[in-house]
């Protein structure tokens, strides 16, 4: 009976059915309360700190779109953030500062730059890919240092915050705390659901095999890059957050330490999750945070965590958790 | 006399110095099952590999349903209806069977820049899948991760995989390589049932599988074409016997 075998496949699909709802629902349901909590001790001080984790977490979900589910390590996508950031850094210099503008020019932005670069970028694969990732994130941070009308090496202040539609919604702290946690739900939703999606299958596909694929009739390279702009975007995205929330833009966005930070975070969380992608940022984060407050050297602490997660917990902390899960929990 | 599903026209392909597809034309007519055999190294997956746009030919012209596809990339010869299976199985270890049936299916659906829905659940894809998974035999491993399937059912699932493209020419490249004495008969059952209802090209060197198979047979020496006839005559030709036939029949 097709209905009955259908039922089926949908179940072998869902290989950690726990996770696929717990797992996401923890992490927005605590970063929905924190606000709350933070209210009755370091309010700003949390609300700051989460907002980060949260700006980077839009960034290194869209990283994970591709590493984990293209296979493509693209070693650049601090330029996607960059790229956004200084596209609200720069309309707000110009006067215009509201988001209704803002936001979709740093996203079409960060699109345009991942489809003329995707191109190039694309041809390549391996270790060749990672390098030209890299070398067109460094191209475009060395433009940000020369762009001398907006602050050139030493970044540019943004007045205020962007309006939206004219009102200054974004101006109290806990209101754009609210807006970014929106935007990395709907990043979150919209790639949870594109994955799975025919193109999405389509992706994971050509990871597995891409000679199968073209030999279905599959072109991967230009799904590829497709996925390349979604991701470029959503990069995009992150930017406009960033420098809404710090009010600031640096070149220092799009370092290639940036960029390495991003692969860290999916690392860390679990590559091919994109759950793991918004944990990882926020370990990363939140280690660099209380590890540096403690050491001064705080990567010399940092970088053997990281080995030993890398080497003994397969699939990242989103791994680790399953295999506790799988030990304690229902042995 | 009705038109040949694939011609072949002075192919060449030299890799370095070495000749290997040496001016090969050949017509593969409608309905028949087209064996190309020879010894190894003898160019028979390199021409394949060209039939199927995985590399590029040096020269020479492959017509394809009386369109000249020497030029087209193996996605858009797949979407013409030339459809392979791999001498080393060429699956997607990691998803479900019905899945890599299903993904076949879908892109001859063409529409695959959809973002949303969950593609795995969608029976107008899953069901043609499975009707495939059925013909070659595997239907009741459906939902098995495709990497845990025996090497046989490998097979089968590729051969379903080149069903659900509803192909008009099927490229077989060695399928019975690597596989037991047991699901070799079994596999020839299975193309004995889908060779009537497909054009097939079968590379193989199971000589006892070819002869129960092909309408006609090539032999390919030296990525040369050494004679292309009815399998009677090419067993029976003296100069395939030296050359090939001779140390296989023992």
Known sequence: ???????????????????????????????????????????????????????????AV?????????????????????????????????????????????????????????????????????????????????????????????????????????????????????????????????????????????????????????????????????????????????????????????????????????????????????????????????????????????????????????????????????????????? | MPDPVLRLQGLQKHFGSMAVTDDVTLDVMPGETHAIIGPNGAGKTTLINQLSGLIAPDAGRILFDGADITNLPPQARALHGLARSFQITSILPGFPVVENVALAVQARAGSSLRFFGRAADEAALNRPALAALEQTGIADRAHVRAGELSHGEKRALEFAIALAMEPKLLLLDEPMAGIGREETERLVELLGRLKKRFTVILVEHDMAAVFALADRISVLIGGRILMTGAPEAVRADPQVIAAYLGEQVE
């Open chain 1, 1 to 59: 009976m097709p209905g009955a075998t259908l039922a089926a496949t949908s179940e072998t699909r869902l290989r950690h059915p726990a996770r696929d709802l717990v797992v996401p629902g923890l992490i927005f349901a605590a970063l929905a309360l924190l606000p709350l909590a933070a209210a009755l001790s370091a309010e700003q001080y949390l609300i700051d700190l989460a907002g980060r984790v949260m700006i980077f977490a839009v960034a």
């Open chain 1, 62 to 331: 869209a990283l994970d779109l591709l590493v984990g589910y293209c296979g493509l390590i693209s070693f650049g996508h601090a330029a996607f953030i960059g790229i956004g950031a200084y596209a609200a850094g720069i309309l707000s210099a110009q006067g215009i500062g509201d988001a209704l503008v803002a936001l979709p020019a740093a996203v079409i932005a960060s699109m345009l730059f991942a489809w003329g670069t995707g191109i190039i970028c694309l041809r390549t694969r391996g270790a060749y890919f990672i390098m030209i990732t890299l070398a067109f994130g460094q191209m475009v941070y060395f433009i940000a240092t020369s762009l001398a009308l907006y602050g050139g090496d030493n970044g540019l202040t943004i007045a205020a915050r962007d309006t939206i539609a004219g009102f200054a919604l974004l101006k109290s702290d806990r209101a754009f705390y609210y807006v970014t946690l929106g935007c990395l739900l709907a990043t979150y939703l919209f790639s949870r659901a594109l994955v799975a999606s025919r193109f999405g299958r389509v992706l994971r596909g050509g990871r597995e095999n891409a000679t199968r694929m073209a030999t279905i009739g599959f072109d991967v390279q230009r799904f590829r890059l497709i996925a390349y702009v979604i991701s470029g975007g959503l990069g995009g995205l992150s930017g406009f957050l960033l420098a809404n929330s710090t009010e600031f833009v640096s070149p220092a966005y799009m370092s290639w330490q940036r960029s390495g930070e991003l692969i860290v975070m999916v690392i860390l969380g679990g590559v091919g999750t994109l759950d793991g992608a918004i944990i990882g940022s926020a370990a990363y984060l939140l280690s660099e945070e209380w590890l540096s407050g403690m050491i001064e050297n705080w990567k010399v602490v940092f970088g053997p965590l990281l080995v030993l997660v890398v080497l003994f917990a397969r699939g990242g902390l989103i791994g680790l958790s399953s295999q506790l899960w799988r030990r304690f929990g229902h042995a």
